[in-house]
C-alpha cells in the first residue's frame, strides 16, 4: 500500500488536464473522448451485462499464469465476486468503449478476457471489428462465453491458452491490429515480452493500451522500458492506464493526464481498478 500511496503522488504531481496539452492529437482525445460526458445508450448494456455476472452465485476455479490478486486468497472464487473486485470498473469500461468508438478499430486484440467485461465494452465500441480475445483459464472463459451468447455479442473470437502459447498458435506476428488492450498479465518480464512478440503487428495508427502500469514497482519500469522503445513516439500515463501510439507524424512526446475526477482514496486503499480514469 505504501508504494502506491507514493506512485499516485507521484503522478499527481506530474500530471496535466487538458489545458496543459500542446499535441492536437492528445488534445482532441483527451476533450472528445476521455472528457466526453455524452451518455451513449450503450452503456446501459454495459450496465446490464455487469448486473447478470453479480448476480451468479456460482464458484469457479481461477487459473492464474499472472502476478496473482490483490484481493483473493484462494483460486476458488465466486463470479459475482470477481466482477466486484477483478474486472474492470463500470466507469473505465464506459471509457473503453468511448475509445473504441473513437478510433474506430478493425481488427483488436485484447489479452486477458476474464469474465469479459472489457470484452463487451471493446465489442459494442466499433460493431462491425473483429475481437480476438485471450484467456488462460477455461473456466473464467467459459462464464465469459455464455454471456457473449446471452447478449448477442457476435463479434468476439474467444482463444484459451497460457498467452504465448496462443500467440504462437494462431501466428499472431504476421497479424496486424489496430488496438491492443493488455490485461492479462502484471509483470515485468511477461509485459516486455508481449510487448517485443506484438511490435511486428503495428500499422501506423495502432493504439495499445497497458492496465495498471503502477500495479508494482516491477510494472512501473516495464513502462518506462516501452516509453523508450524507438518504435513508439506518443504515450499518455492516466495512472491506471498506458497508452502507446505509432504515429510517425508525431514528436516523440511521453503525456501524463490528470482526469477530471481521479479517486484518490481508492488509489491509496490499492483497490483493483478503483482508481478510475472518469468519474
Not at 506530474?14 to 489545458?19: G, I, L, M, R, V
Not at 455487469?50 to 483460486?75: H, M, P, W, Y
Request: glycine content about 6%.
Amino acid at each position: 500500500m505504501l508504494f502506491q500511496i507514493k506512485s499516485y503522488l507521484k503522478f499527481l504531481w506530474k500530471s496535466k488536464n487538458a489545458h496543459g496539452i500542446h499535441s492536437p492529437f492528445v488534445f482532441d482525445l483527451v476533450t472528445k473522448c476521455f472528457y466526453d460526458k455524452t451518455n451513449f445508450p450503450e452503456y446501459s448494456f454495459l450496465k446490464n451485462y455487469r448486473n447478470s455476472l453479480l448476480q451468479n452465485t456460482k464458484t469457479i476455479e481461477v487459473t492464474d499464469f499472472g502476478a496473482g490478486s490483490k484481493v483473493f486468497k484462494s483460486n476458488r472464487r465466486e463470479i459475482f465476486k470477481i466482477a466486484e473486485t477483478a474486472g474492470i470498473t463500470p466507469k473505465n469500461a464506459e471509457l473503453l468503449f468511448r475509445i473504441c468508438k473513437y478510433f474506430e478499430p478493425e481488427k483488436v486484440l485484447e489479452i486477458g478476457t476474464s469474465l469479459g467485461l472489457a470484452t463487451a465494452a471493446l465489442a459494442l465500441g466499433n460493431k462491425k471489428s473483429e475481437i480476438t480475445t485471450l484467456e488462460g483459464c477455461s473456466e473464467t472463459l467459459n462464464v465469459a462465453q455464455n454471456q457473449f451468447e446471452k447478449f448477442g455479442l457476435t463479434n468476439i473470437n474467444s482463444k484459451i491458452g497460457e498467452f504465448l502459447e496462443s500467440f504462437a498458435a494462431f501466428d499472431i506476428r504476421h497479424s496486424t491490429f489496430d488496438l491492443i488492450y493488455i490485461d492479462g498479465n502484471h509483470q515485468k518480464e511477461a509485459t516486455l515480452q508481449y510487448f517485443d512478440l506484438l511490435l511486428p503487428t503495428i500499422t501506423n495508427d495502432s493504439v495499445w493500451i497497458f492496465d495498471d502500469i503502477h500495479w508494482s514497482e516491477d510494472m512501473e519500469k516495464a513502462w518506462e522500458i516501452i516509453k523508450q522503445n524507438p518504435k513508439v513516439t506518443v504515450t499518455i500515463d492516466t495512472y491506471q492506464w498506458g497508452f502507446v501510439f505509432f504515429r510517425k507524424e508525431q514528436k516523440k512526446e511521453d503525456f501524463v493526464i490528470r482526469t477530471s475526477n481521479s479517486k484518490i482514496l481508492s488509489a491509496i486503499l490499492g483497490l483493483k481498478n478503483g482508481y478510475g480514469l472518469i468519474d
